[in-house]
Structure formats: C-alpha cells, structure tokens
C-alpha cells in the first residue's frame, strides 16, 4: 500500500508541479516511449548481465514483497512463542528422546502442524529442528550454539539481500544509462543542424527526457524499491533471532516459561505481546 502511495504522490507532484509552472507535455510524452525503450531496455539488459538467473527471479519477486509489505505479523510471533513453548516444555518434562517425532518430521508433527503459517518457513522448521538435533547430540554449550545459530541466520540473512542488492545497483546505473540515452538524442539534433530553431528546440528537449528519465526513475522508484525490500528483510529478520534466544535459553536449562519471555524480549516493539496475553495463550494450549 505505501508503494502505491508514494507512486502516484512523485508522479502527482513531479509532472503535477511541472505542469502548472508551464511545462508542455508534449515534447516528453513523444520522446518517454523511444528514451523510455532505451533506458528500459539497457537497465534491465545489464540487471540479468550482471546477476544469475535466481537473483533476477528473487527480485521480481522482491518487488512484490514490496508491495505486499512484511510478512511476520504481531499474531505471528504470538504462535511462535506457543510453538517454541510446547516443544521446550516436552523437552524439560520428557527429554531429548521425546522430540524425535517432532524433529525429525516437522510436517508430520502434531505441535508444528498447529502453526501452519510457521511449517511453511523451511528455514524457521529448520533452525529449530537443527538445534534440537544437535543437542541430542550432547551439544550444550550455550555459548558455542549461539554462534552456531548465528552463523546460520547471518548466511541466511546475506541471501535474503542480495535481491535488494542488486536491485540498489540497477538504481546507481540508471542516471548514467540516461545520460547515455540523452547523448543519443544530441546526435540526433545534430544530424539535423539544418533544421528550424524550434524543431531543433524540440529535439533538444526529446534529448533531455533521456537524462531526467534515468534520474527519476534511479531516485524516484528504484532505489526507494530496493531501500524498502531491505527494511522488510531486515524486520522479517527478526523472528529468527527470537528462536535463537529460546533455543539458547532452553540449553542454559531455564524453565520453558523463562525460556519464551527471554525471546519475546526480542520481538520488534510494534508486534511484541506484551507478558499477560503470552501467559493466556500458553494456558490454552494442549497438556504435554
């Protein structure tokens, strides 16, 4: 929703402002679909150059998360509390042997299975079951599953901006492919010296819609794009460090209650529930 807001608000005010100052439209709708074509074209040419193909996929896809806006929401942390406090409290009360259904087969798992939403983060299933793994596995120093846990995110997270990344660098490349564009344009003119002031005032003006295309749409939409997808990525982050500091809790030996407040600690301000509504959701959950 911000994404469409803040289109038509640059293009209401942009050619808005442009024209009530007098500006003849004109001479850039005729010149915006070939400088358009150019700057388009070369953009995007260079963007699948310079990236693999599931970089480029990534992106278009990045550019719907955009629109779509964060995808962990307030009831979602909510779950993932319940969820991490089910599987800590089976661990505390039944040990490590009583998890291996639910570890080894999440999708089968009958405590997984009551957060669909969260099953189908492949990495969250993941994290969490990996974790529990290795601690099956005598793995019980805190301190070292921590930074194993941290590892994993910091990977996580660094594949996750790679669209924004890219999709950053086609925004610093567009107003030198509008230069280009524009330059294009001036050999036009000058090809055609011979001409009238006007027409050549005209085809000086075409010429100029390349330089102002390749600016607008570097500053105006592609980087405001790619700033945002990485805001989203940076916030929809967050859920994975909840896990590690409950996964953390449970092998410093905490009971399962402390265990989930030290994560909720760690939940974004604007989505964290506050201790009561934790405390409720927990008492309706299924005995262990």
């Known amino acids: 929703m911000t994404l469409l807001i803040g289109l038509v608000m640059v293009f209401g005010l942009v050619f808005g402002g442009f024209m009530l100052?007098?500006?003849?439209?004109?001479?850039?709708?005729?010149?915006?679909?070939?400088?358009?074509m150019m700057i388009g074209g070369a953009s995007l040419g260079a963007f699948v150059i310079a990236n693999s193909f599931s970089v480029v996929k990534s992106s278009a896809g990045g550019v719907v998360r955009v629109m779509k806006g964060p995808r962990w929401k307030a009831g979602d942390y909510n779950d993932l509390l319940n969820l991490m406090y089910e599987l800590a409290r089976l661990y505390k009360s039944k040990g490590i042997v009583a998890m291996d259904e639910h570890i080894e087969n999440p999708e089968d798992s009958a405590i997984f299975q009551r957060y669909p939403k969260l099953m189908k983060d492949h990495f969250i299933t993941d994290l969490i079951s990996d974790s529990f793994r290795i601690m099956s596995m005598q793995f019980d120093d805190r301190y070292q599953m921590e930074d194993v846990i941290n590892r994993k995110i910091k990977r996580h997270h660094h594949e996750k901006l790679v669209s924004a990344r890219a999709i950053q660098s086609m925004?610093?490349?567009l107003p030198a492919i509008g230069i280009v564009a524009a330059v294009l344009g001036v050999i036009k003119t000058m090809s055609s010296i011979d001409k009238p002031p006007e027409i050549l005032g005209a085809m000086i003006g075409g010429a100029l819609v390349g330089t102002f295309l390749g600016v607008f749409l570097a500053y105006c939409?592609?980087?405001?794009?790619?700033?945002?997808?990485?805001?989203?990525?940076?916030?929809d982050g967050a859920i994975y460090t909840v896990i590690r500091d409950i996964i953390v809790a449970i092998v410093s030996g905490h009971p399962p209650g402390v265990c989930i407040e030290l994560g909720r600690g760690n939940i974004p301000t604007i989505k964290q529930p506050n201790f009561s509504s934790v405390e409720a959701s927990q008492r309706e959950l299924p005995a262990a």
């Open 21 to 36: 100052s007098g500006g003849n439209m004109d001479i850039v709708l005729h010149a915006l679909p070939y400088e358009g």
């Open 171 to 173: 925004a610093d490349g």
């Open 221 to 235: 939409m592609v980087q405001p794009i790619a700033g945002r997808l990485e805001q989203i990525e940076e916030e």
